[in-house]
Structure formats: C-alpha cells, structure tokens
C-alpha cells in the first residue's frame, strides 16, 4: 500500500487473495468479534484505537494493516484516525457482512470462550425503539412532555444518518458487555507487537 491522504479500501476477494500476509484488526466490540471474525483477526475495538496507536504503528511498519468491523464503517473511521497519526491502514469494503455474503469463513471462539452480545447495530436499533415506545407510552399515561424522548430519539437519528456518525452506539459501546477484558485487550496488543 502507498502512503494516501485517504484511507484505502480492499474488497473481499482482494483481502481474502492477501490474508495470509495482512495483520488484520477488527474494531468490533468484543461480542461482535466472538460472533464470528476473519481469520487470524485481533480484537481491538474503536475506542481502544487510540490506546493501541504504537502497536498499531508497529504492525503497519512491518507489513499492510486491514481494519475490519461489521459493515466498514467503523473501520473507515478507524482508519481516518490512524492516517492523522502517519499509519497507513486499509479498510474492508462492506466489513464481515460483506465477507460472509461473498462465502469467507469467519471463525468463530469455542462456545465456552463466547460472550453472547448482539451486535452493534441490533442495540442500537433495540435502544432507539424502546426510547420511542417508551417516550410515547408515557407520553400517553403520564404527561404528554414524555413524548419529547421519542423526538429526542428520532432527531439523534436523522442526526446520525445525516453525519454517519452514532453516538448512541458510542454510549452502548461503553457498557460493560460490550468492553474487552482488560487480558484480551493486551492478548491482542501483543499478538500486534509479535506479528
């Protein structure tokens, strides 16, 4: 990959082509990546980016870098921060969706090793519409000022799709069913130092 002011992008055919040779980072959250994740990939979820920038750098220094999540948008934000800090990254078109659709395994933990965790998108959705119903239950039964909640919700949803941005799913990303553990942050950071 060549030094780019913009992160460039690998579709599934041509990351599957160069797994065998790209240090992969899934930026999911721990949940989502034990549901199933590319070969070899190590969990670094996006808000742990920051944190893991040298070991980041060290991987990208000896080898191309492929950041992964679900549909390629986290990983597109992650590599946007990664390139502000000098690491050149790639991103894959359309994340572990779009993986899975074109017929790549994805591995997945023994059962015993599994945190069953919806994925990201599903708590969100799940939040926004019991926000909603909620808003409007009580609204309906309390004082009609509740209503205002599922406003809320619905303008932080435009808001969203307007910006490609969720701060709700930033918010979710914080509680603890959703943290890596503290050892299988730094399995990943030392699987990124030795790669």
Same mark, same amino acid.
């Given at each position: 990959?060549?030094?780019?002011?913009?992160?460039? $992008?690998?579709?599934?055919?041509?990351?599957?082509?160069?797994?065998?040779?790209?240090?992969?980072?899934?930026?999911?959250? #721990?949940?989502? =990546?034990?549901?199933?994740?590319? #070969?070899?990939?190590?969990?670094?979820?996006?808000?742990?980016?920051? /944190? &893991?920038?040298?070991?980041?750098?060290?991987? $990208?220094?000896?080898?191309?870098? @492929?950041?992964?999540?679900? !549909?390629? &948008?986290?990983? *597109?934000?992650?590599?946007? @921060?990664?390139?502000?800090?000098?690491?050149?990254?790639?991103?894959?078109?359309?994340?572990? +969706?779009?993986? &899975?659709?074109? +017929?790549?395994?994805?591995?997945?933990?023994?059962?015993?090793?599994?945190?069953?965790?919806?994925?990201? *998108?599903?708590?969100?959705?799940?939040?926004?519409?019991?926000?909603?119903?909620? +808003?409007? @239950?009580?609204?309906?039964?309390?004082?009609?000022?509740?209503?205002?909640?599922?406003?809320?919700?619905? +303008?932080?949803?435009?808001? !969203?799709?307007?910006?490609?941005?969720?701060?709700?799913? =930033?918010? @979710?990303?914080?509680? #603890?069913?959703? /943290?890596?553990?503290? $050892?299988?942050?730094?399995?990943?950071?030392?699987?990124?130092?030795?790669?």
């Amino acid at each position: 990959m060549t030094v780019s002011p913009t992160p460039s $992008a690998l579709g599934t055919h041509q990351a599957r082509s160069r797994l065998d040779e790209l240090t992969v980072i899934d930026v999911r959250t #721990p949940g989502e =990546y034990a549901g199933g994740h590319l #070969p070899g990939a190590v969990n670094v979820p996006l808000d742990h980016v920051r /944190r &893991a920038l040298p070991e980041i750098r060290q991987a $990208a220094e000896r080898g191309d870098v @492929l950041v992964v999540c679900a !549909s390629g &948008a986290r990983s *597109e934000n992650a590599c946007k @921060l990664l390139a502000e800090q000098g690491v050149t990254v790639a991103t894959l078109t359309g994340g572990t +969706g779009a993986w &899975a659709a074109a +017929g790549h395994e994805l591995h997945r933990p023994a059962a015993c090793e599994t945190r069953a965790t919806w994925g990201m *998108e599903r708590q969100v959705r799940f939040t926004a519409g019991a926000l909603v119903l909620l +808003g409007l @239950l009580l609204g309906i039964l309390v004082h009609p000022a509740f209503q205002l909640l599922s406003a809320g919700v619905a +303008g932080g949803l435009v808001f !969203s799709a307007l910006t490609d941005t969720c701060g709700m799913a =930033y918010v @979710l990303a914080k509680l #603890p069913h959703n /943290r890596p553990r503290a $050892a299988d942050l730094e399995t990943s950071l030392a699987a990124l130092r030795g790669r």
